[in-house]
C-alpha cells in the first residue's frame, strides 16, 4: 500500500542532503491533529518509518536519545542537523 503522506519519496530523497522535505514532512506532523497516530500509520506503511520506530524504541523511546546516537554512530554533529532544520 502507498503510503499518502509520504507519496513517492524513496530512500535517496530522505537523506540529510534534503533537508527541505525533512522540513515539510515535520510541518505535517505537527499540524497533525493527532500527530501520535499519523506517526504510527506511517510506521505501519513505511519499512524505513518502522525501522527508526524501532531505533527510537530501542533507545528508552527516547527520539532526542535517539537521534543523539544515530547522530554519533554516522560522525555528524547533531547540532548542526538541528540549526539546519530550524533555520
Request: charged content about 15%; glycine content about 10%.
Amino acid at each position: 500500500m502507498n503510503n499518502p503522506i509520504l507519496g513517492n519519496l524513496n530512500a535517496h530523497q530522505m537523506m540529510p542532503g534534503n533537508i527541505g522535505q525533512i522540513k515539510q514532512m515535520m510541518q505535517m506532523v505537527r499540524s497533525a491533529g493527532n500527530p501520535g497516530a499519523m506517526v504510527q500509520n506511517m510506521a505501519q506503511n513505511n519499512p524505513q518509518m518502522k525501522q527508526a520506530m524501532d531505533f527510537i524504541k530501542q533507545n528508552g523511546n527516547d527520539p532526542k536519545k535517539a537521534f543523539y546516537a544515530l547522530a554519533q554512530q554516522k560522525g555528524v554533529d547533531p547540532d548542526e542537523i538541528l540549526r539546519t532544520l530550524q533555520g
